[in-house]
T-cell receptor, first 115, second 115 residues
Framework: KAGVTQTPRYLIKTRGQQVTLSCSPISGHRSVSWYQQTPGQGLQFLFEYFSETQRNKGNFPGRFSGRQFSNSRSEMNVSTLELGDSALYLC??????????????FGPGTRLTVT | AQTVTQSQPEMSVQEAETVTLSCTYDTSESDYYLFWYKQPPSRQMILVIRQEAYKQQNATENRFSVNFQKAAKSFSLKISDSQLGDAAMYFCAYRTQYNNNDMRFGAGTRLTVKP
């Protein structure tokens, strides 16, 4: 079974631009979560999508948004990029949200550099 | 809010020896889940081991085992017979019992394995 895939793997953008990152979960997984990883702040939860609905959101400004499609693939969008948005963005999928099958499997990440 | 603390930014171990990575957490919940993730230099996060708080027995996965002390809110990872491939960043993570895939991560411990 294929793992979580993220595209693109690397991205360079300029301040003020917007960017869209994509995540394809493991086949059959319905929950997709997004995390931002930086040297200073570590791993921080952005949001979670399940059945095309945002279920939970971390403490990030409204410039960060996402969506999930009917095939469970997810995208996250960052508008009006700032230098501080430079990070590794990780996507994780899990089968469900309930207590039984909640283990999250991570993708390789998208390295975003904002100049 | 739940917080996870890893007090050892870096650890080193000789190949074939044993090393223990520390993790403490703060929560008011009685049921929750704890994880150790490994992030090798290639950046893909891999689940190493998980522990359900309601289980008193410590989880083990081959050379990896945990020492879960619920009252002390401590969750350490022991790696036995360390191998060169164990070199990575190790993250301790907490997940609430509720239907919520927002995981809280510690800052990580960088493990070096010396040949």
């Amino acid at each position: 079974k294929a793992g979580v895939t993220q595209t693109p793997r690397y991205l360079i953008k300029t301040r003020g631009q917007q960017v869209t990152l994509s995540c394809s979960p493991i086949s059959g997984h319905r929950s997709v979560s997004w995390y931002q990883q930086t040297p200073g702040q570590g791993l921080q939860f952005l949001f979670e999508y399940f059945s095309e609905t945002q279920r939970n959101k971390g403490n990030f400004p409204g410039r960060f948004s996402g969506r999930q499609f009917s095939n469970s693939r997810s995208e996250m969008n960052v508008s009006t990029l700032e230098l501080g948005d430079s990070a590794l963005y990780l996507c994780a999928s899990s089968l469900t949200r309930t207590s039984g099958d909640y283990e999250q499997y991570f993708g390789p990440g998208t390295r975003l550099t904002v100049t | 809010a739940q917080t996870v603390t890893q007090s050892q930014p870096e650890m080193s171990v000789q190949e074939a020896e044993t090393v223990t990575l520390s993790c403490t957490y703060d929560t008011s919940e009685s049921d929750y889940y704890l994880f150790w993730y490994k992030q090798p230099p290639s950046r893909q996060m891999i689940l190493v081991i998980r522990q359900e708080a309601y289980k008193q027995q410590n989880a083990t996965e081959n050379r990896f085992s945990v020492n879960f002390q619920k009252a002390a809110k401590s969750f350490s990872l022991k790696i036995s017979d360390s191998q060169l491939g164990d070199a990575a960043m190790y993250f301790c993570a907490y997940r609430t019992q509720y239907n919520n895939n927002d995981m809280r991560f510690g800052a990580g411990t960088r493990l070096t394995v010396k040949p």
